[in-house]
């Protein structure tokens, strides 16, 4: 891979004059940049309801098109049961005026990819009690911080760029609509998009303003057991407990564990059997499971595949062991490709007069996918904030101007 328009010395940072000319752009049009914001998180778009996903979809597209004019390509791709994935392309732009860049597209170069989901983990009917309020510096709704800012932060970052008459490379706004329940649909967009990017930056909630350089990868395993229901009074010797089998299994699952190297296994629900008299026929958990290497996530992706029930059960003709294990997200940890484009990050930042200091985080994201094919990409990017999937998420407004600039510097040539 050629890494030297990353860091190759005539490939002109911004000045720190040109940064701050685009952090005061947006600063002076932060209600317009948050009502924006209101427009697309009132649009509920949770990961499970296609339909909502659709008319969300549309809107976002709407907005985009309505602050940065028809792109110069478009692609929308079925998620068939999940959210569609649509592709966004503007031009580049020569530096000059607003007018002058208009009138000299840049279209020969690799874009500059970012890659944003709309889908939420919260459900339909969720802004009847939770609208998007602002009290003080904290906006807080449901998806503002993970991620809808990040859509908005990509297209104002643009026009910033535009405002200011600034060079900057043809961008591409992904949006995907499964990133929340695994991006089985959206991933092979996006590793597509990136193969064909500069650099591909995902304007996921920063970690205190910090972009993030390692996440977990993750294995998911959806554990069944089949039993056969019976009077728990009257003949619970004709009955087979799928319950009771899968009670015993649970410490198994949770010992393949391996906290000193990173790997955490969690059995986030356990439910089965429908009713205190009855044999229970039915049992399932749920299983998360994050790990720092990908050697680790082979091992307890193998290790669940290979589960069994134990004894007596497994004798119990009756009772069946299903499993569903996915390796859904790659450990993401720093390639050669990604430390370069951390390294022109840094000299952004710089003239913003900020020191980066790249975090770790146990959540995963698209950015997982890209940086296993060893390609440049940068996390984290997009709202300061807190609350991800919780009743507190929120971001600061006082954070929207100082990352928007940061993300317009690396989209500028």
Same mark, same amino acid.
């Given at each position: 891979?050629?890494? *030297? ?78 959210? @569609? ?14 007018? @002058? ?237 990604? *430390? ?72 500028? *040539?």
């Amino acid at each position: 891979m050629d890494l *030297e328009h990353l860091t190759r010395e005539d490939t002109a940072v911004l000045t720190s004059a040109q940064l701050l000319e685009i952090q005061t752009f947006i600063t002076e049009h932060l209600h317009d940049v948050l009502e924006d914001l209101r427009r697309i998180v009132h649009c509920e778009t949770p990961s499970q309801d296609k339909t909502l996903l659709d008319a969300g979809l549309t809107e976002i597209r709407a907005l985009a098109i309505e602050r940065l004019g028809e792109p110069s390509h478009e692609a929308r791709t079925g998620g068939g049961e999940y959210g @569609d994935a649509l592709e966004l392309l503007w031009p580049g732009a020569a530096a000059g005026s607003d007018d @002058d860049a208009a009138a000299a597209p840049v279209t020969s170069e690799a874009p500059v990819t970012s890659v944003c989901h709309y889908d939420t983990v919260w459900p339909a009917g969720t802004l009847s009690v939770w609208p998007m309020s602002i009290e003080g510096d904290r906006l807080t709704g449901p998806g503002v911080l993970d991620m809808k800012f990040g859509i908005v932060q990509t297209i104002w970052a643009v026009l910033a760029l535009r405002s200011a008459g600034i060079a900057h490379a043809p961008v591409r706004l992904l949006l995907t609509g499964d990133e929340e329940i695994g991006s089985v649909a959206g991933r092979p967009v996006i590793e597509a998009a990136a193969k064909d990017s500069r650099v591909t930056l995902v304007p996921e909630p920063s970690a205190g303003g910090q972009p993030k350089d390692r996440r977990k990868g993750m294995v998911f395993a959806d554990i069944t057991v089949h039993g056969v229901e019976a009077h728990a009074g009257l003949e619970p010797e004709n009955g087979a407990s799928a319950v009771h089998a899968l009670a015993v299994l649970v410490p198994e699952i949770v010992a393949l564990a391996a906290p000193e190297r990173g790997t955490t296994v969690n059995v986030g629900t356990l439910q089965g059997g429908t009713g205190r008299n009855v044999v229970a026929g039915r049992a399932e958990c749920l299983v998360d499971v994050r790990v720092t290497e990908t050697a680790e996530q082979e091992r307890v992706a193998d290790a669940l595949r290979a589960l069994t029930l134990p004894e007596p059960y497994r004798s119990d003709e009756r009772l069946r062991l299903e499993l569903q294990v996915d390796a859904n997200r790659p450990p993401m940890n720093p390639t050669p490709a990604s *430390e370069a484009a951390m390294a022109r990050l840094a000299q952004v930042a710089a003239g913003l007069g900020r020191e980066l200091s790249p975090r770790m985080v146990g959540g995963a994201s698209d950015a997982n996918f890209i940086s296993a094919l060893g390609l440049p990409v940068l996390d984290g990017l997009g709202a300061v904030g807190e609350g991800p999937h919780a009743w507190h998420e929120h971001l600061l407004i006082s954070g929207v101007a100082p990352q928007t600039a940061l993300l317009a510097g690396m989209l500028a *040539e």
